[in-house]
Nanobody, 121 residues
Framework: QGQLVESGGGLVQAGGSLRLSCAAS????????MGWFRQAPGKEREFVAR????????NYADSVKGRFTISRDNAKNTVYLQMNSLKPEDTAVYYC??????????????WGQGTQVTVSS
């Protein structure tokens, strides 16, 4: 089975930017919708961003609209999350996810290992 391998997490100051990457490993995630979730300490995992297989449909959580941008490069089997104007409340473990089918990301079939993003004030 396939795996999602994440990279790009780290520590950044408030107002800064960070780009997360999620690459398929072990298989080709053809016709998979993909996206990102996050989980902050003491809170449930929450949806952040989603992108369809063809890249023509995206959506974001209200808390990140206008600041985060999701994109994908299917030739590289990689999905990105560009995070700008970061706030301390963005601090969380970020998880990449993939779901069979071209559009929906409601019940992911695959999850990444999670990468820590810490935003200092």
């Amino acid at each position: 089975q396939g795996q999602l391998v994440e990279s790009g997490g780290g520590l950044v100051q408030a107002g800064g930017s960070l780009r997360l990457s999620c690459a398929a490993s072990g298989r080709t995630f053809s016709n998979y919708a993909m996206g990102w979730f996050r989980q902050a300490p003491g809170k449930e995992r929450e949806f952040v961003a989603r992108i369809s297989w063809y890249g023509d449909i995206t959506n974001y959580a209200d808390s990140v609209k206008g600041r985060f941008t999701i994109s994908r490069d299917n030739a590289k089997n990689t999905v990105y999350l560009q995070m700008n104007s970061l706030k301390p409340e963005d601090t969380a473990v970020y998880y990449c996810a993939a779901q069979r089918g071209t559009i929906a990301l409601v019940r992911p079939d695959y999850w990444g290992q999670g990468t820590q993003v810490t935003v200092s004030s």
